[in-house]
């Protein structure tokens, strides 16, 4: 927990870009409750399954995960509860309203529509739901946003390719180059998905399963990135860069291969990582195992997440709190991770530099008081 303390204001204050949060993730037991209750669904029975039996017994569930996989099971029953387009939004808005607490200025947040639509939920409805959510943080708090849709690597290539197809048919796909309908650049702004990336069980399905879709992605100037690295060894990392992807989610077994590490460092390839669901996951059994320390020292890029907050029982600002308990890294240590965070970030030049001035103003506000 983070202490009560100048370093703990300090951090909380912190201008904060998150680049990996999955929505989805962010659905509280209490909201799981509400939904399903507001929905008519059935959860599973608690004869069956002790962990529904309320609120308290599903909460305390979630502390203790075996795996991915266990963790994914409960992940994919709540869903569930996820109907109409008013409850994408208020899961949406839920999730921006913790952020904005905990300091974030700029969030890029995954979700998964092959699952809802495979229960029959309409792909306009998951869509417009998480844009109506994005653009009410937007209004309300100043966050800036983006979306990323997820392949899930449990699922096939097919589903995930008529998934694309329909994002590119509604013109939903945020593209930099010029695609092959040849659309204009006032039309190729108004894609509502920033950015494509993967996701789900990591080890078993095929390392470059989406190599075809990240291609002709990648072709269209979409922004690519892929959970890689978190549970598998350093060769899914090297395969997803194979592919497309422009950054890596997790990537914390990256320092077992020194030449890929020196390559990640000298191209700028953002890391998204996340401490406290590694150690919730059993990938490590501590936050001091996550190597920070050696990112750092390697001049590689990474920024600090939370992955699935309601899950693991940490949001963006308990998971810095947690790595500055098990490093005590110093104010300029902190400045590189946040502006690292920005110039990793999918958004303009302009908004760049704004972030980059207020984490400038914050670290020299602080510097002082913290280091003398």
Known sequence: MCPPSTWHT???HLPKCEHHVHLEGCLTPTLIFHLATKNNIQLPSPTKNPAYASIATLTARYGHFTSLDDFLSFYFIGMTVLKHASDFEELAYAYFQRAHEDGVHHAEVFFDPQVHMERGVQYEEIVSGYVAGCRRAEKEWGI????IMCFLKHLSVESAGRLYEIALEAGHLYTTTADSNNKSEEE????VIHGLGCSSTEVGPPKDMFRDIYASASARGINLTAHAGEEGDSSYIATALEIGAQRIDHGIRLGEDEELMRRVAREGI???VCPVSNVQLKCVSSVAEVPIRKFLDAGVRFSINSDDPAYFGAYVLECYCQV???FGLSVEEWRVIAENGVRGSWIGEERKRELLERIDAHVKE??????G
């Open 270 to 272: 953002l890391l998204t």
């Open 144 to 147: 800036s946003t983006r979306l």
């Open 10 to 12: 300090f951090l909380t």
């Open 324 to 326: 500055q308990e098990a």
């Open 188 to 191: 190729k702004k108004e894609g």
């Open 366 to 371: 602080y510097k002082v008081l913290l280091e």
